[in-house]
């Protein structure tokens, strides 16, 4: 295996062993809704309950379920629970829409009563994620004796890691690429573009890949070299050709063999008829 193709190989799976170990959070789509999970069975006997979900030392919601029935819901951002969570145990949060945020965003659900007020009975660890768009990869005009590319892609969230590979294997030169991430200040997600500019070949193949760990996805786009297609193409028709004109040889030679044996039969059974003509019609020499 080359070593550039091991190295890559070795930091994605660094990258992704780093992901792993750290404390597991739920994904949000941005744009979509979710539901923050907790369930507290321990809690439906009760009457009177009152609860708080806060967003880190935030409130984003109170809840309180009276003796008689009735259920008052106090919330910002549209987030609800369910009304009969006492009942089912089910106090997740449902989150309307999600927001691009940066980092890990904790939620946790409170008991509000006197005496209460120490351990939250829920923490839920949310990570906001967005796919970016298949990157689009363009061979620019050279600039000297180096190719141009770049690499755009758009729409995702958080910053992606970007790569490139030439040949499928091997990674570009230190200092040959540019890559610049930025925010769209409306939606907050980021645009990526990214440049390598580097003495290759116009044979050679190059990769551009966008990595979103926290979506799991990996989107490659590759630039194929200028001189790899037609090659190939005419190798192959060659190679028709050649066949075309073997096999044409080839059957030249045995409807030639053919003809051959049947004139070889003809003559053999022409002597053999005059043999036998021969027997039946002796000549007697006149002394």
Not at 259 to 275: A, F, G, N, T
């Amino acid at each position: 295996m080359p070593v550039a193709l091991w190295r890559t190989g070795l930091l994605l799976s660094f990258l992704t062993l780093c992901v792993c170990l750290e404390e597991e959070c739920v994904i949000g789509i941005v744009g979509q809704s979710i539901s923050l999970p907790c369930f507290y069975p321990e809690l439906s006997p009760f009457v009177n309950i009152s609860i708080e979900w806060r967003r880190d030392d935030e409130v984003v919601l109170r809840s309180v379920w009276k003796e008689d029935g009735n259920v008052e819901i106090c919330s910002i951002n549209r987030v609800t629970v369910s009304r009969d969570a006492p009942v089912t145990g089910n106090f997740s949060l449902k989150v309307p829409t999600v927001d691009p945020k940066e980092g890990k965003i904790y939620y946790n659900l409170f008991i509000i009563s006197p005496g209460n007020q120490s351990a939250p009975l829920c923490t839920v660890c949310l990570r906001t994620a967005a796919s970016f768009s298949s990157p689009l990869l363009q061979r620019e005009a050279a600039q000297g004796d180096k190719t141009v590319f770049l690499c755009h892609s758009s729409g995702g969230f958080p910053k992606p890691a970007v790569y490139w590979l030439i040949n499928d294997t091997q990674t570009p030169p230190e200092g040959s690429v540019t890559t610049l991430t930025a925010s769209l200040p409306d939606s907050r997600l980021y645009n990526v573009t990214s440049h390598l500019t580097a003495n290759i070949s116009k044979e050679s193949s190059v990769s551009c890949v966008i990595e979103n760990l926290f979506m799991k996805e990996t989107l490659s786009s590759t630039s194929y070299g200028e001189k790899g297609v037609p090659v190939a193409t005419r190798a192959s028709e060659a190679m028709w050709v050649f066949s075309t004109a073997l096999c044409v040889v080839v059957g030249v030679m045995v409807l030639a063999g053919v003809v051959y044996q049947i004139h070889l039969d003809r003559i053999s059974k022409k002597k053999k008829k005059q043999y036998q003509h021969r027997g039946r019609h002796p000549r007697f020499n006149i002394l």
